[in-house]
Every structure is written in structure tokens, then in C-alpha cells.
Nanobody, 122 residues
């Protein structure tokens, strides 16, 4: 059974850090690109970051320089390190996987996790 499970969300103060994890199972993880997307209340879902099967990364301009993404294929896991968090980063964060997928276009990703809440507030 194909599954993506996000973890690592929570409440953090502005300027703080969180590391999100996305663990995949039930498919050949190495052949898939993984993207992180987020959706804040009343807003459309937006692409945050992605990493292709070749390790090519992409970032939304709003997070560039603050977020990094990495993957550990041995653990079937992708990590999103989020630093210097701002209140506007508050959202539900979803990871998604797609066969040979890359970039921040959500239509390229066919498998989605359930999401993890990130709240940045003092």
C-alpha cells in the first residue's frame, strides 16, 4: 500500500526552526521526485520546495534562503529544514511524490500525504 507520512510539525516562535520529514512506502522511492506544498486557511495551496530523483532542488521565492530540502533514499525519507520561520509560514504542509517529478507544479505529483500543521506564533 502506497503511503506518504509527514511528521515534525508543531508550534514554534517567529525566528525558530522546524524540520519536517516525509516518509514513503509502497513504491520505489528512488524513482520519485518529492515536493512540499502548503495551504494556509483561506488561501490556495502553494508549492514550497521540491527535490527530484536526481537531487535537483527548487524553492518558492518566499522561502529561498530560509528552507533547505534533502533526501535519504536509504530511509525513503525527504526532509524540509525550515529556519527563520515567520508567521506567514503558518499552514498545513503536505508532501507529495511523483514518478520522475520535479518542480513546484502540484499536478506533477500523484501521491499525497495527509499533512502536518506548522504554526508560527509568539
Amino acid at each position: 500500500q502506497l503511503q506518504l507520512v509527514e511528521s515534525g510539525g508543531g508550534l514554534v516562535q517567529p525566528g525558530g526552526s522546524l524540520r519536517l520529514s516525509c516518509a514513503g512506502s509502497g513504491f520505489t522511492f528512488d524513482d520519485h521526485g518529492v515536493g512540499w506544498f502548503r495551504q494556509a486557511p483561506g488561501k490556495e495551496r502553494e508549492g514550497v520546495s521540491s527535490i527530484s530523483r536526481y537531487g535537483v532542488t527548487d524553492f518558492a521565492s518566499s522561502v529561498k534562503g530560509r528552507f533547505t530540502i534533502s533526501r535519504d533514499n536509504a530511509k525513503n525519507t525527504v526532509y524540509l529544514q525550515m529556519n527563520s520561520l515567520k508567521p506567514e509560514d503558518t499552514a498545513v504542509y503536505y508532501c507529495a511524490a511523483g514518478y520522475y517529478a520535479y518542480g513546484l507544479k502540484s499536478s506533477r505529483y500523484g501521491y499525497w500525504g495527509q499533512g502536518t500543521q506548522v504554526t508560527v506564533s509568539s
